[in-house]
């Protein structure tokens, strides 16, 4: 059997495992700065010294109990967001498809808003409910917006697609803001923080709760990945090599609304992410998917840990929402785009 690979391909393979490394690193390296980072300073050795078990209690419980979870579901918000960001842009065909601005974002935050304030006493015991009730609120604005997108003749329109979402987004975020009126002072607190896009599930419930879906959905988007580069040929390509359009579409469609409901349902509104670290990851490696989308998860994961750190360092001992950390970045690359694709 012949196993000659063309060298362009071999290229493509390096490349794409050095910028893999490349992000790797980087992401230790960040997992190490956030460890030491907050109110309560702890030096790097101590922070070793209390991972191998030879810390006080008081370092044990701060990296345990606080810290580690956090950044663990800042990691695991940011590959969700940035891979159902790629998923969307390759069914759509645009490159200004992102969870958050067509309105995936907004639904599972409705549901999760209306679970919180009316529904939920203890949410501890609740949390493991939240990303399925999410999914739910992000599928029913993911159904509206694919109904008024498209059409018998023409399918989805990706330019008629991403007009609605951003109407149902606007929708959506008015309705939020005019329950957020009938809420007591405490719950009005956390629905405003939560919308700023903050990572308030820091313990390890929520890690277990979000977990199990990028588990399950990553894997499976990485196994879509020919179907993704078929769809990027367009529409009649795909349909004269037998493939069933308008089924795929779907599929991928749940997964990447699966994907962004449950990176939602502990994070937030937090937005951008799913738009640029597909961009960023297209530059480094190409089109093809099965690069784009491992490395999107690093560069995601990069993304949302390295906003949040910064969210908690440079007012301390306030907070910044992580999520108005990523719009500082995200809103003039979304402007660039934008103009780029006017031109």
Known sequence: MNHYKPE?????????????????????????????????????????????????????????????????????????????????????????????????????????????????????????????????????????????????????????????GVAVAAGISALMIVLTLKLDPRTYDFVATWLAGSIWGSNWNFVLALLPWLLILIPFVYMKSRVLDVLNLGDHTAVSLGMDLEKERRILLAAAVGLAAASVSVSGGIGFVGLIAPHMTRRLVGNKHKYVIPICALVGAVLVLTADTIGRVILQPAEIPTGVVVAIIGAPYFLYLLAKLND
């Open 8 to 164: 362009g391909l071999i290229k493509k393979q390096r490349r794409a495992g050095i910028i893999a490394c490349i992000f790797i690193i980087l992401l230790i390296i960040l997992f190490l700065i956030s460890l030491n980072t907050g109110v309560i300073r702890i030096d790097p050795v101590t922070v070793v010294k209390t991972i191998f078990g030879s810390g006080t209690p008081r370092d044990e419980l701060l990296l345990f109990e606080f810290r580690l979870p956090r950044i663990t579901i800042a990691m695991l918000i940011g590959m969700g967001l940035a891979v159902s960001g790629a998923v969307l842009q390759g069914i759509v065909k645009n490159p200004l498809a992102d969870p958050g601005i067509i309105g995936i974002n907004a639904g599972a935050g409705l549901a999760v808003m209306l679970f919180v304030s009316y529904f939920s006493a203890e949410l501890g015991n609740s949390v493991f409910i939240m990303p399925v009730l999410a999914f739910a609120g992000a599928g029913a604005a993911a159904v509206i917006i694919y109904a008024f997108s498209y059409k018998k003749d023409e399918g989805v329109s990706p330019i008629r697609l991403i007009l609605v």
